[in-house]
């Protein structure tokens, strides 16, 4: 079992932004989603998720979609990843 935390803030202007956890370019099932709206000044998030993973090697990410017109950034992201026996 693995744990995932991932933290930042969205920066935009009032835009509709999903953020997805994804191992091994797939989606967690279920799916541990979070719908930010951006503003200017910021919008923190934060997603904590739990994992069950084979033994070896993964690639954990974060991706967000959505923003419709124009943009959203997404600053200072920040992610842990705490196996557990």
């Known amino acids: 079992m693995v744990l ?3 933290t930042g803030t969205g920066v ?4 509709s932004v999903d953020i997805v956890i994804y ?12 719908t ?3 503003t200017s000044s910021g919008t923190p998030w934060q ?5 069950a993973l084979a033994a070896g090697t993964h690639t954990v990410s974060v991706r967000a979609t959505g923003g ?5 950034d997404l600053k200072g992201a920040a992610m ?6």
Do not use: E, F, R
């Open 68 to 72: 419709g017109n124009g943009s959203a």
């Open 12 to 15: 935009g202007t009032n835009k």
């Open 80 to 85: 842990t990843v705490t196996v557990l026996p």
């Open 23 to 34: 191992v091994d370019g797939v989606a967690t099932n279920p799916v541990w989603k979070q």
């Open 36 to 38: 930010i709206t951006t």
């Open 47 to 51: 997603l904590l998720s739990s994992v």
């Open 4 to 6: 995932i935390l991932t």
